[in-house]
Protein backbone atom coordinates (compact mmCIF):
# COMPACT_ATOMS: atom_id res chain seq x y z
CA UNK A 1 0.00 0.00 0.00
CA UNK A 2 1.46 3.05 -1.31
CA UNK A 3 1.53 6.29 -2.72
CA UNK A 4 2.75 7.18 -5.81
CA UNK A 5 3.08 10.68 -7.46
CA UNK A 6 4.50 12.64 -10.40
CA UNK A 7 4.67 16.25 -11.51
CA UNK A 8 3.17 16.47 -15.05
CA UNK A 9 3.49 19.99 -15.62
CA UNK A 10 5.12 23.09 -13.36
CA UNK A 11 6.10 26.31 -14.42
CA UNK A 12 4.86 29.88 -16.12
CA UNK A 13 3.01 28.47 -18.57
CA UNK A 14 1.15 25.62 -16.89
CA UNK A 15 0.99 23.30 -13.72
CA UNK A 16 -0.65 19.82 -12.84
CA UNK A 17 0.22 17.38 -10.60
CA UNK A 18 -1.10 13.63 -10.12
CA UNK A 19 -0.99 11.34 -7.33
CA UNK A 20 -2.71 8.10 -6.48
CA UNK A 21 -2.68 5.22 -4.10
CA UNK A 22 -4.21 1.68 -4.72
CA UNK A 23 -7.53 2.53 -4.38
CA UNK A 24 -7.43 6.66 -5.79
CA UNK A 25 -5.84 8.22 -8.51
CA UNK A 26 -6.20 12.15 -7.95
CA UNK A 27 -5.00 15.09 -10.35
CA UNK A 28 -4.39 18.63 -8.70
CA UNK A 29 -5.14 21.34 -11.47
CA UNK A 30 -5.14 21.00 -15.43
CA UNK A 31 -3.38 23.86 -16.53
CA UNK A 32 -2.66 23.43 -19.93
CA UNK A 33 -4.98 22.48 -22.83
CA UNK A 34 -6.99 19.16 -23.07
CA UNK A 35 -4.91 17.76 -25.66
CA UNK A 36 -1.68 18.35 -23.60
CA UNK A 37 -3.69 17.31 -20.46
CA UNK A 38 -3.99 13.91 -21.89
CA UNK A 39 -0.35 13.65 -23.77
CA UNK A 40 0.73 14.27 -20.34
CA UNK A 41 -1.12 11.81 -18.19
CA UNK A 42 -0.49 9.45 -20.91
CA UNK A 43 3.12 9.27 -20.65
CA UNK A 44 3.04 7.88 -17.33
CA UNK A 45 0.56 5.69 -18.28
CA UNK A 46 -2.57 6.73 -16.88
CA UNK A 47 -6.37 6.98 -18.41
CA UNK A 48 -7.62 10.20 -17.92
CA UNK A 49 -11.30 8.17 -17.44
CA UNK A 50 -9.82 6.67 -14.30
CA UNK A 51 -9.24 10.12 -12.13
CA UNK A 52 -11.02 9.55 -8.58
CA UNK A 53 -11.61 13.50 -9.69
CA UNK A 54 -9.67 16.88 -9.96
CA UNK A 55 -8.43 19.45 -7.11
CA UNK A 56 -8.23 22.85 -7.60
CA UNK A 57 -5.99 25.31 -6.02
CA UNK A 58 -6.65 28.75 -7.69
CA UNK A 59 -8.17 30.01 -10.89
CA UNK A 60 -5.04 31.30 -12.56
CA UNK A 61 -4.77 30.18 -15.53
CA UNK A 62 -1.80 28.64 -15.62
CA UNK A 63 -3.60 25.91 -13.26
CA UNK A 64 -7.31 25.88 -15.23
CA UNK A 65 -6.91 26.12 -18.75
CA UNK A 66 -7.62 22.55 -19.60
CA UNK A 67 -9.67 22.03 -16.19
CA UNK A 68 -13.42 22.36 -17.94
CA UNK A 69 -11.87 20.78 -20.80
CA UNK A 70 -10.95 17.47 -19.20
CA UNK A 71 -13.83 17.43 -16.28
CA UNK A 72 -16.55 17.28 -19.31
CA UNK A 73 -14.70 15.31 -21.66
CA UNK A 74 -14.15 12.26 -18.69
CA UNK A 75 -17.30 13.52 -16.74
CA UNK A 76 -14.55 14.26 -14.03
CA UNK A 77 -15.73 15.42 -10.33
CA UNK A 78 -14.04 18.87 -9.68
CA UNK A 79 -13.14 19.78 -5.98
CA UNK A 80 -12.66 23.56 -5.44
CA UNK A 81 -13.62 26.28 -2.38
CA UNK A 82 -16.42 28.64 -2.44
CA UNK A 83 -14.34 31.74 -4.19
CA UNK A 84 -12.50 30.08 -6.45
CA UNK A 85 -15.64 28.37 -7.48
CA UNK A 86 -17.04 31.79 -8.31
CA UNK A 87 -13.88 33.23 -9.55
CA UNK A 88 -13.16 30.10 -12.05
CA UNK A 89 -17.01 29.69 -13.50
CA UNK A 90 -16.50 32.16 -16.62
CA UNK A 91 -13.14 30.77 -17.88
CA UNK A 92 -13.91 27.01 -17.06
CA UNK A 93 -17.28 27.16 -19.14
CA UNK A 94 -20.14 24.99 -17.66
CA UNK A 95 -19.98 22.46 -15.53
CA UNK A 96 -22.72 19.88 -14.87
CA UNK A 97 -24.16 19.87 -11.31
CA UNK A 98 -23.06 16.70 -10.13
CA UNK A 99 -19.65 17.10 -11.06
CA UNK A 100 -19.05 21.01 -8.44
CA UNK A 101 -17.96 19.83 -5.24
CA UNK A 102 -16.98 22.16 -2.31
CA UNK A 103 -13.15 21.69 -0.71
CA UNK A 104 -12.77 24.45 1.79
CA UNK A 105 -9.68 25.87 2.90
CA UNK A 106 -8.43 23.86 5.58
CA UNK A 107 -10.33 21.08 5.71
CA UNK A 108 -9.69 17.38 5.23
CA UNK A 109 -11.05 15.61 2.65
CA UNK A 110 -10.69 11.53 2.70
CA UNK A 111 -10.44 10.00 -0.89
CA UNK A 112 -10.51 6.42 -0.59
CA UNK A 113 -7.32 5.47 1.30
CA UNK A 114 -5.96 9.38 0.69
CA UNK A 115 -6.43 12.20 3.58
CA UNK A 116 -5.91 15.29 1.91
CA UNK A 117 -5.64 18.49 3.98
CA UNK A 118 -6.00 21.82 2.46
CA UNK A 119 -3.96 24.74 3.76
CA UNK A 120 -4.26 28.15 2.32
CA UNK A 121 -1.59 30.45 1.01
CA UNK A 122 -0.98 34.05 0.13
CA UNK A 123 -1.21 34.48 -3.45
CA UNK A 124 -2.98 37.45 -5.26
CA UNK A 125 -5.57 34.96 -5.99
CA UNK A 126 -9.25 34.82 -4.50
CA UNK A 127 -8.51 32.00 -2.26
CA UNK A 128 -5.34 29.88 -3.26
CA UNK A 129 -4.52 26.83 -1.22
CA UNK A 130 -2.74 23.88 -1.37
CA UNK A 131 -2.45 20.42 0.23
CA UNK A 132 -1.15 17.45 1.98
CA UNK A 133 -1.32 14.15 1.28
CA UNK A 134 -1.32 11.18 4.03
CA UNK A 135 -1.31 7.75 3.06
CA UNK A 136 -0.71 4.49 5.38
CA UNK A 137 2.01 6.75 7.50
CA UNK A 138 3.27 8.30 4.57
CA UNK A 139 2.92 12.30 3.93
CA UNK A 140 3.38 14.17 0.43
CA UNK A 141 3.29 17.96 0.76
CA UNK A 142 2.72 20.03 -2.71
CA UNK A 143 3.51 24.00 -2.03
CA UNK A 144 3.75 26.66 -4.88
CA UNK A 145 2.30 30.21 -5.51
CA UNK A 146 2.88 31.57 -2.48
CA UNK A 147 4.46 35.05 -1.66
CA UNK A 148 5.70 33.88 1.85
CA UNK A 149 5.96 30.55 4.11
CA UNK A 150 4.04 31.53 7.08
CA UNK A 151 4.78 29.65 10.43
CA UNK A 152 1.34 28.01 10.08
CA UNK A 153 2.10 26.86 6.52
CA UNK A 154 5.40 25.62 8.29
CA UNK A 155 3.32 23.54 11.01
CA UNK A 156 0.93 22.31 8.00
CA UNK A 157 3.83 20.84 5.87
CA UNK A 158 5.95 19.63 8.43
CA UNK A 159 7.64 16.46 8.25
CA UNK A 160 7.00 15.16 4.55
CA UNK A 161 8.35 12.35 2.97
CA UNK A 162 8.57 14.55 -0.15
CA UNK A 163 8.35 17.88 -1.35
CA UNK A 164 7.09 19.36 -4.43
CA UNK A 165 8.00 23.43 -3.31
CA UNK A 166 8.13 26.45 -5.44
CA UNK A 167 11.78 27.86 -6.27
CA UNK A 168 9.93 30.70 -8.51
CA UNK A 169 12.71 33.06 -9.47
CA UNK A 170 16.37 34.34 -8.35
CA UNK A 171 15.95 37.28 -7.43
CA UNK A 172 18.67 39.14 -9.39
CA UNK A 173 17.89 37.91 -12.24
CA UNK A 174 14.61 39.10 -11.37
CA UNK A 175 15.15 42.76 -10.58
CA UNK A 176 17.84 42.64 -13.78
CA UNK A 177 14.91 41.38 -16.01
CA UNK A 178 13.01 42.43 -18.99
CA UNK A 179 9.60 42.78 -16.61
CA UNK A 180 8.10 45.82 -15.62
CA UNK A 181 8.27 47.55 -12.41
CA UNK A 182 5.23 46.65 -11.38
CA UNK A 183 5.23 43.08 -12.42
CA UNK A 184 8.58 42.40 -10.40
CA UNK A 185 7.35 43.97 -7.53
CA UNK A 186 4.26 41.75 -7.48
CA UNK A 187 6.55 38.63 -7.80
CA UNK A 188 8.74 39.52 -4.78
CA UNK A 189 5.90 40.91 -2.47
CA UNK A 190 4.25 39.07 0.10
CA UNK A 191 1.22 38.06 -2.65
CA UNK A 192 3.70 36.90 -5.21
CA UNK A 193 6.29 33.67 -5.46
CA UNK A 194 9.10 32.58 -3.45
CA UNK A 195 12.25 32.63 -4.61
CA UNK A 196 14.89 30.23 -4.42
CA UNK A 197 16.90 30.63 -1.44
CA UNK A 198 13.62 31.09 0.42
CA UNK A 199 12.99 27.78 -1.21
CA UNK A 200 16.04 26.60 0.40
CA UNK A 201 15.25 28.57 4.03
CA UNK A 202 11.99 27.13 4.06
CA UNK A 203 12.54 23.65 3.67
CA UNK A 204 15.32 23.52 5.79
CA UNK A 205 12.96 24.74 8.87
CA UNK A 206 10.63 21.67 8.01
CA UNK A 207 12.24 18.61 6.33
CA UNK A 208 12.66 15.86 9.02
CA UNK A 209 14.67 12.70 8.93
CA UNK A 210 11.73 10.86 7.24
CA UNK A 211 12.06 13.48 3.95
CA UNK A 212 13.73 11.48 1.13
CA UNK A 213 13.08 13.99 -1.59
CA UNK A 214 12.65 17.82 -2.97
CA UNK A 215 10.81 18.66 -6.39
CA UNK A 216 11.64 22.19 -7.37
CA UNK A 217 8.81 23.78 -8.79
CA UNK A 218 6.91 26.71 -10.43
CA UNK A 219 10.38 28.20 -11.93
CA UNK A 220 9.81 31.04 -13.74
CA UNK A 221 10.84 30.86 -17.65
CA UNK A 222 12.01 34.33 -18.12
CA UNK A 223 13.66 34.63 -14.15
CA UNK A 224 14.94 31.09 -13.20
CA UNK A 225 17.01 28.20 -14.41
CA UNK A 226 16.85 24.30 -13.28
CA UNK A 227 20.54 23.83 -12.78
CA UNK A 228 20.83 27.41 -10.68
CA UNK A 229 17.30 26.86 -8.85
CA UNK A 230 19.13 23.48 -7.77
CA UNK A 231 22.30 24.78 -6.90
CA UNK A 232 20.91 28.15 -5.04
CA UNK A 233 18.50 25.33 -2.82
CA UNK A 234 21.02 22.75 -2.12
CA UNK A 235 23.69 25.50 -1.06
CA UNK A 236 21.34 26.62 1.63
CA UNK A 237 20.49 22.82 2.64
CA UNK A 238 24.08 21.88 2.49
CA UNK A 239 24.99 25.09 4.83
CA UNK A 240 22.76 23.74 7.18
CA UNK A 241 23.89 20.31 7.21
CA UNK A 242 20.88 18.58 4.91
CA UNK A 243 21.40 16.55 2.30
CA UNK A 244 18.72 15.19 0.14
CA UNK A 245 17.73 14.55 -3.39
CA UNK A 246 17.02 17.60 -4.96
CA UNK A 247 14.94 17.07 -8.59
CA UNK A 248 13.88 19.17 -11.32
CA UNK A 249 9.96 19.44 -12.79
CA UNK A 250 9.73 20.77 -16.44
CA UNK A 251 6.66 22.93 -17.70
CA UNK A 252 6.06 19.83 -20.99
CA UNK A 253 7.27 16.83 -19.24
CA UNK A 254 6.04 14.84 -16.68
CA UNK A 255 8.70 13.34 -13.72
CA UNK A 256 9.01 9.57 -13.42
CA UNK A 257 6.30 8.42 -10.75
CA UNK A 258 7.70 8.63 -7.43
CA UNK A 259 7.02 5.81 -5.11
CA UNK A 260 6.87 7.07 -1.91
CA UNK A 261 8.85 5.56 1.06
Partial sequence: MTMRFSVLASGSTGNAFYIESDQEKLLVDAGLSGKQMDRLLGEIKIDPSALSG??????????????????????LPIYANE?????????????????????GVEEVKTFGDIDVESFGVSHDAAEPMFFTFRHNGKKVALVTDLGYVSERIRKTVEDADAYVFEAN?????????????????????????????????????????????????????DNNMKDLARMSVHHVLTERGINLDICDTDPKTPTLLYEVG
Fill in 54 to 75: ILVTHEHSDHIKGLGILARKYR
Fill in 83 to 103: KTWQAMENAIGTIALDQKFHF
Fill in 169 to 221: HDVEMLRMGRYPWNVKRRILGDTGHVSNEDCGLALSEIISNRTKRIYLAHLSQ
